[in-house]
């Protein structure tokens, strides 16, 4: 297998390096893209953190929102993981910070991959993606759902996944109409947590050391389906050679916790953050009040008292995924934050 090769696009990324981390254990070699070549040292030392050997990893720079390198990229590459895009903690100020490197580069990295003659594209989607949608909210979601952009209250960050899933499957559809045999498939992740691998924290383990710190005295009344970047990086390999794969969505998390809930279980493996955890919730009329002047309430508006949780049956009956559980996933986070020193 080692002479397949795989593309991981955004390699500095929390949900990235857990990729090619998989993918040198199951076998591939791996060649990521990167924005800036300096960042190599710092991919190295996670994936030896991530349990990986010391195994070079070609490096391409290249942006999603240009043209230059991306055949480079891609030449000689017979997978295609699709991991890169913004994921903030708060509103952007206009929504093309998100929406343009989302779907732009999702469809840049696409065409240049059919162009390579690469054999599968499996492109990290989001539980964003699927769980806004028009169905009564206590309804779990499945990979039938789409979040409905009509709704104003839908998130840039969530228009941003929802856009970029479209236009994948969108330009599938053209490229097949144009003889292009390539595959593809999405993986849809909820909050991803579980161990990080640097002090580089991602979006989802800011959110856990906001909690930690007690950085708002209350927490919003909001819930998210939570995933353990374990099990969504072996989604990710799974999906790149499993038959039942492509032409597919598949949601990937486990169960839905509350911001409460988090501080709870954070609580219980630290038990020295205890008077620093926030325990009271917030009315959702003082979160829609606050949101007008803290960007970071106005991005969970839209989750206010929601459900917001996910049928995973599909990815475990036709994939074979299990999951870990969400607790175990803010536990691991949580004792990999103590160990790097930053709650």
């Not at 903030?88 to 840049?108: F, K, M, Q, T, V």
């Not at 032409?247 to 954070?266: A, F, H, K, P, V």
């Not at 991005?299 to 299990?322: W, Y």
Request: glycine share 6%; proline share 6%; with cysteine.
């Amino acid at each position: 297998m080692v002479s397949d090769r795989v593309l991981v696009t955004g390699a500095t990324g929390f949900v990235a390096k857990n990729c090619i981390a998989a993918c040198l254990k199951a076998g591939f070699a791996v060649r990521g893209t990167v924005r800036d070549r300096s960042r190599a040292d710092e991919i190295e030392k996670a994936l030896r953190r991530a349990g990986v050997d010391h195994s070079p990893i070609e490096l391409v720079e290249a942006d999603l929102l240009r043209d230059e390198n991306w055949d480079q990229a891609l030449d000689g590459c017979r997978y295609v993981l699709h991991v890169a895009s913004p994921f903030p903690l708060n509103e952007p100020r206009s929504p093309n910070e998100l929406i343009r490197p989302a779907r732009d580069g999702a469809e840049r990295v696409m065409r240049a991959a059919a162009r390579a003659g690469a054999e599968r594209l499996v492109q990290t989607s989001s539980v964003a993606a699927v769980m806004h949608s028009s169905r009564p909210n206590e309804e779990p979601r499945t990979e039938t759902d789409w979040t409905n952009l009509n709704d104003p209250e839908v998130a840039t960050y969530a228009r941003s996944k929802t856009l970029a899933e479209r236009a994948i499957w969108k330009l599938h559809e053209e490229l097949k109409s144009e003889g292009t045999t390539m595959e593809v498939a999405t993986i849809n992740p909820g909050v991803v947590l579980g161990p990080a691998l640097d002090r580089d924290l991602s979006t989802s383990h800011a959110l856990v050391r906001m909690i930690a710190r007690g950085v708002y005295p209350a927490l919003p009344k909001v819930a998210f389906p939570v995933a353990d970047v374990r099990d969504v990086a072996h989604h990710h390999v799974l999906a790149l050679t499993h038959p039942a794969a492509p032409g597919n969505r598949w949601l990937s998390c486990d169960g839905s916790l509350s911001l409460r809930e988090m501080g709870q279980i954070i609580v219980e493996t630290l038990p020295d953050l205890k008077r620093k955890v926030p325990t009271i919730e917030l009315p959702s009329g003082l979160v829609r009040l606050f949101s007008h002047f803290d960007r970071n309430l106005k991005s969970i508006r839209v989750d206010l008292g929601r459900a917001n949780r996910c049928d995973t049956s599909k990815s475990e009956q036709q994939l074979g995924m299990s999951f870990r559980s969400a607790k175990e996933a803010v536990r691991a986070a949580a004792l990999s934050l103590r160990e790097l020193k930053v709650i």
